[in-house]
């Protein structure tokens, strides 16, 4: 079964940091290309951050988030640091076979459930 498990979420003070796991099972996630997005309640879904081949990042999280990848553990990271309010949102990790287009707004096959994040004092 192909499955992607965020985790990490939760209740963090503005300034903070949290860190995100998307753990995928069924397939590897090394072949594919990675995304990290979120959607915040009447907002649309935002690309924060994606690998493929090279990493990138939406401009709100450039020089605060750092996606990363352990191959070893099938796994995908998001560290999330001098967090907003803003930030807050729930956050989804997915995969997509093809390496075709901006990997910040493609379409992808698979989608975690989502981890929700709040920034707050």
């Known amino acids: 079964q192909l499955q992607l498990v965020e985790s990490g979420g939760g209740l963090v003070q503005p300034g903070g940091s949290l860190r995100l796991s998307c753990a995928a099972s069924?397939?590897?996630?090394?072949?594919?290309?990675i995304g990290w997005f979120r959607q915040a309640p009447g907002k649309e879904r935002e690309g924060v951050s994606c690998?493929?081949?090279?990493?990138y990042y939406s401009n709100s999280v450039r020089g605060r988030f750092t996606i990363s990848r352990d191959n070893a553990k099938n796994t995908v990271y998001l560290q999330m640091n001098s967090l907003k309010p803003e930030d807050t949102a729930v956050y989804y990790c997915?995969?997509?076979?093809?390496?075709?287009?901006?990997?910040?707004?493609?379409?992808?096959?698979?989608w975690g459930q989502g981890t929700q994040v709040t920034v707050s004092s």
């Open positions: 690998i493929n081949m090279l990493i």
């Open positions: 069924g397939f590897t996630l090394d072949s594919h290309v």
């Open positions: 997915a995969a997509s076979r093809s390496r075709n287009g901006d990997c910040l707004t493609k379409s992808y096959d698979y």
